[in-house]
Nanobody, 123 residues
Framework: VQLEESGGGLVQPGGSLRLSCVAS????????MGWFRQAPGKEREGVSC????????NYADSAKGRFTISSDNAKNIVYLQMNTLQPEDTAVYFC?????????????????WGQGIPVTVSE
């Protein structure tokens, strides 16, 4: 299983970024994909997760109303559109995946991880 993130970078407060994660077809079609983040000195937290069909999604409270998770099944890509970014969103963002159908977005339950991509929100 391979996961490869892209799309991070530096953005001003109030700006937007879209993260992408390309996944192996085996897990994309048979599992749950998720986005997590880890800020310096903090634990890794779930941001949003999506089922293989794309029909079920969940969001952390900090992401609701600002972030949108989506998937392109033809390309095995999961996106995280992040709008109205704030300095507290600064973190390394990770794409993760696990086999199964339960949609909970809990980091220890995920078996496969990308290398992470930094997102910095600053003036």
């Amino acid at each position: 299983v391979q996961l490869e993130e892209s799309g991070g970078g530096l953005v001003q407060p109030g700006g937007s970024l879209r993260l992408s994660c390309v996944a192996s077809a085996s897990i994309f079609n048979n599992g749950v994909m998720g986005w997590f983040r880890q800020a310096p000195g903090k634990e890794r937290e779930g941001v949003s997760c999506i089922s293989s069909s794309g029909g079920r999604k969940n969001y952390a409270d900090s992401a609701k109303g600002r972030f949108t998770i989506s998937s392109d099944n033809a390309k095995n890509i999961v996106y995280l559109q992040m709008n109205t970014l704030q300095p507290e969103d600064t973190a390394v963002y990770f794409c993760a995946a696990r086999f199964g159908a339960t949609i909970f977005c809990n980091a220890p339950a995920f078996e496969y991880w990308g290398q992470g991509i930094p997102v910095t929100v600053s003036e």
